[in-house]
């Protein structure tokens, strides 16, 4: 079965820098989008970044300019790199990708199991 594996998170500083791995594991034919969605304690799951087959990226407002996001498709692997992170970035991060298993199947969609970001002093 397809199986998503988040690492790269942990504890950081304000300021700081963090970068998200989001492995794909299991045979897959293609992949039709990815993304990075977070949850922070009380709040509702919201979408982070993602990026789609045709190379189209979107953002939340508040990390614009701060996150990238990017895929090495020869790894079936995708990342999330976070500069100058705020306290306010603390929270359970999720990968989620929409893939094909082979060309006889629909594209379905995946989720991880979450990587913890705490940005504190």
């Known amino acids: 079965q397809v199986r998503l594996v988040e690492s790269g998170g942990g504890l950081v500083q304000p300021g700081g820098s963090l970068r998200l791995s989001c492995a794909i594991s299991?045979?897959?034919?293609?992949?039709?989008?990815m993304g990075w969605y977070r949850q922070a304690p009380g709040k509702e799951r919201e979408l982070v970044a993602a990026?789609?087959?045709?190379?189209?990226?979107n953002y939340a407002d508040s990390v614009t300019g701060r996150f990238t996001i990017s895929t090495d498709n020869g790894k079936n692997t995708g990342y999330l790199q976070m500069n100058s992170l705020k306290p306010e970035d603390t929270a359970v991060y999720y990968c989620?990708?929409?893939?094909?298993?082979?060309?006889?199947?629909?594209?379905?969609?995946?989720w991880g199991q979450g990587t913890q970001v705490t940005v504190s002093s």
């Open positions: 989620t990708a929409t893939v094909r298993r082979n060309s006889y199947s629909g594209y379905e969609n995946y």
């Open positions: 299991g045979t897959i034919d293609s992949a039709y989008s």
């Open positions: 990026v789609s087959r045709s190379g189209a990226t």
